[in-house]
């Protein structure tokens, strides 16, 4: 299936206005989608693009590239395994900024607390999550089209859906955990 959006995208300095269809595979759901189009948005000033192969064994849910064409951004959402988290956060050195999304704060901290000793290079692994039901709820509102107004803070996410379904809100803190340890709020 795939979904269009007509993004209207606002932080505290600047508002983005652009097109984007993510393609969603058979087995993923609206809340995987909703991971990837919440990824997409915070990090657009970077011009992201989903599921592009990076060339390397593993595709990221979200990549950016610098002018050359070196990878700058890799995000993967959802379920990622600990070969993956293990592989990535080796290659990116501290040249790659390498984030995991996931849908709430315990799914986070759970996944942290399952990598902590098993990822050698910890450090280059940041992680994002938001309240619970906030993903399931931004996922159950997703049409095939639709209007997304979002405003982007450091420490929050306030996005309306406007679809076939009706107008849908939603507000979330943006949860972080991010290398030497440590949840941080923005």
Not at 44 to 73: C, M, T, Y
Not at 101 to 128: P, S, W
Request: charged share 30%.
């Amino acid at each position: 299936m795939k979904y269009s959006f007509n993004l209207q995208v606002r932080d505290n300095k600047r508002e983005r206005t652009e097109k984007l269809v993510i393609s969603a595979f058979e087995e993923e759901s609206n809340g995987h989608v909703a991971l990837k189009l919440l990824a997409y948005m915070m990090f657009i000033e970077r011009q992201p693009h989903i599921d592009e192969d990076a060339g390397w064994h593993f595709v990221p849910d979200l990549i950016a590239r610098d002018d050359s064409g070196n990878i700058k951004l890799w995000v993967d959402c959802g379920r990622v395994s600990m070969k993956k988290v293990d592989t990535i956060a080796t290659k990116v050195r501290d040249n790659i900024d390498f984030f995991v999304f996931r849908k709430t704060e315990g799914d986070m901290d759970r996944f942290y607390k399952a990598i902590t000793d098993k990822v050698k290079h910890l450090q280059n692994v940041k992680c994002v999550s938001f309240d619970d039901g906030f993903i399931d709820g931004v996922g159950s509102a997703l049409d095939r089209t639709n209007n997304l107004e979002g405003y982007i803070a450091d420490d929050m996410v306030n996005l309306t859906i406007n679809n076939s379904f009706g107008k849908h809100e939603a507000y979330s803190a943006i949860h972080r955990i991010t290398p030497g340890g440590g949840e941080q709020k923005y």
